[in-house]
């Protein structure tokens, strides 16, 4: 498990698109979430916010990690209710080499992945293919009873990272270019547009994807860099950019005081070095002023994310690498602190808590069903998901997090978010501190303590099979690339449980989600059939292994061997999805 993956081979848009009318016309799903997860941002009170001047739907979206790098990903958000995406960040670096398993689930969050895995023209590709699938969906008949007539609109946010060189480097530039400006793109991949979208082949597609940026510092970038890479995206890209920062921010007094013995987390072990390394205070408020200056000096808008991930100490043994990156409930009260702490400093500049603040501030730290709309309340926007969807349930988390919020203006007679917001910045100690206030309560924190996160994903005494299994559908929705299927076991075969899973290989790319999750003793990604449409990787690939080939029909190729598996993955797939199958080899 430590050797580093093969790289994630992306579907072509004309595979996505077959795959959507595939499933919606056999199983009524799209990617295999179910339509009671979609989400119609019509039916209830008005949750649009504005992000950096532009209006999107609804306050949340996938942060810029797992959930936002292949474009079947992105358009499972939308459909759960997601309205603003934070892109994987992308560098110029791209072909890193991650040692596996890289994310760690089990009770907070922990990982080692940091930056996109797919080569920088391969992001593009799945951005422009994202934001295609997206515009032929919002107008699909077939939809509109379930995500309304008009689904809102919806803000695609470039990330990129992580010094100048690497942003202003031709390949990159070549990559931001190709969002603001995705005409050609476009044109390129318009005939991909398959059966039944075909009448979309002709849509006029808005070409300009994004013209905002969130600038990802990640851990150790220096402060003279933050600010030139800020300048530089607003002048040579003429975008309007947030600046994410770290939660060493607080400092290792502070964040030490909270996680250690506050929360107690006393595994956890903080290195004052990794905060000595990173942006101080003093010069992170030097470092607003001056950048807020500049964008005003440059017609552009400026904004803050509140934060990166939290550096540690790896004092566990199923990630592979030193250090780790905390997430999850301890983060989000280190993160909120931040956000009182800053609010303090720059009073009334942040576009938060009723305040005019020219100062956008986006979120994203432990955000869950229980205080999304807490934080939505606060002002701000976007309030970005990434542990939550690691969790059961996936994407479909999305909703209920919309849902709850809902609930919330419904019961407090607000018409929309606004409102929500207005109402809670009239609090005495204004919301912001009220709301942190009870992160630091021992009486109302339980859910951020270590106790309070010490339960266990579920285990039973049996071992994973590649045929039959409990069919908990956990490997479905907790993998961040969609890789999982399942299908219903076809009757008169010799294959044991309800439902049958698969795993397409070329967007598994070993993160160890789905071994975390899966009650069975064994690892889904390694056990269950993977498919394969790449020659190349079926050819390096030993085990159950499947190569699915053919136009005028199925053929299937696996090692010698495997004669009964074939048979078996061939009766499920011409029977389940009405795929005829021509023939079926062994090498």
């Known amino acids: ?14 595979a996505l698109l077959d795959r959507i009318a595939r499933e919606w016309s056999s199983r009524n799903r799209i990617f295999d979430m179910p339509t009671a997860r979609f989400f119609d941002v019509s039916n209830g009170p008005d949750l649009s916010v504005d992000f950096m001047g532009r209006v999107a739907a609804t306050p949340i979206g996938p942060a810029a990690g797992p959930h936002s790098q292949l474009a079947q990903n992105i358009v499972l958000s939308w459909l759960g209710g997601a309205r603003i995406f934070e ?21 907070v969050g922990y990982n080692i992945e940091w930056s996109q895995e797919l080569r920088i023209h391969e992001s593009l590709d799945e951005y422009v293919k994202a934001w295609m699938i997206i515009e032929i969906l919002r107008d699909w008949d077939e939809l509109t009873p379930l995500i309304g007539a008009d689904p809102g609109p919806h803000v695609f946010d470039i990330s990129v990272g992580y010094d100048l060189a690497g942003v202003s480097d031709p390949g990159v530039a070549e990559f931001i270019d190709g969002l603001t400006d995705a005409a050609e793109s476009i044109e390129r991949l318009r005939p991909e547009i398959v059966e039944p979208f075909e009448g979309w082949r002709r849509h006029p597609f808005p070409t300009r994807i994004a013209d905002t940026a969130t600038l990802s510092t990640f851990h150790g970038c220096p402060p003279n860099e933050i600010e030139a890479i800020t300048k530089h995206l607003m002048t040579r890209h003429h975008l309007d950019v947030v600046v994410k920062l770290n939660p060493t921010l607080l400092g290792f007094e502070r964040v030490s005081q909270i996680v250690n013995d506050e929360l107690g987390y006393d595994e956890v072990v903080l290195r004052p070095e990794d905060f000595d390394a990173d942006l101080q205070m003093d010069r992170g408020l030097e470092l607003i002023d001056e950048l807020e200056k500049f964008a005003v000096d440059n017609g ?48 009334g500049r942040l576009a938060i808590d009723g305040q005019p603040g020219a100062i956008q501030v986006s979120f994203s730290a432990g955000i869950n069903k229980e205080n999304f709309a807490e934080s939505a309340g606060l002002g701000l926007a976007p309030v970005t998901v990434c542990s939550d969807l690691l969790k059961p349930g996936g994407y479909g988390r999305i909703k209920p997090m919309l849902k709850a919020l809902q609930m919330k203006l419904v019961d407090a007679g607000h018409p929309d978010l606004a409102a929500l917001q207005a109402a809670r ?40 099979e590649m045929w039959g299994c409990v069919a908990c559908n956990l490997c479905v929705t907790v993998c961040p690339n969609d890789a999982f299927f399942k299908l219903p076991t076809v009757k008169d075969l010799q294959m044991e449980g309800r ?48 190569l699915l080939t053919g136009d005028d029909g199925l053929g299937i190729t696996a090692a010698a061997g495997f004669e009964a598996e074939v048979a078996n993955l061939a009766a499920s797939l011409s029977q389940s999805e009405g795929l005829p199958v021509r023939g079926v080899y062994q090498d």
């Open 1 to 14: 498990m430590t050797e580093p993956a093969a790289p994630l081979t992306p579907f072509p848009l004309s």
């Open 87 to 107: 892109l994987k960040t992308v560098q110029i670096l791209d072909q890193l080499e991650i040692k596996r398993p890289c994310i760690d689930m089990e009770t």
């Open 300 to 347: 552009r808008r400026f904004g803050i994310k509140l934060t990166n991930t939290l550096v540690v100490q790896n004092h566990r043994t199923f990630l592979p690498d030193d250090p780790m990156y905390l997430s999850g409930p301890p983060l989000h009260v280190v993160s909120m602190t931040l956000l009182e702490t800053l609010d303090a400093a720059l009073p």
């Open 425 to 464: 910045s009239q609090q005495p100690d204004g919301a912001v501190a009220t709301y942190v206030a009870t992160l630091h309560d021992a009486e109302k924190n339980m859910a951020y303590t270590r106790h309070g996160t010490s339960k266990l994903p579920r285990q039973v005494d049996h071992v994973l």
């Open 499 to 546: 439902q049958q899973y698969f795993v397409l290989a070329e967007l598994c790319n070993e993160c160890g989600n789905c071994l975390t999750f899966c009650p069975e003793e064994g690892d889904p990604a390694f056990i269950k059939p993977r498919l394969f449409f790449d020659p190349d990787r079926f050819s390096s690939a030993t085990g159950q292994a499947f």
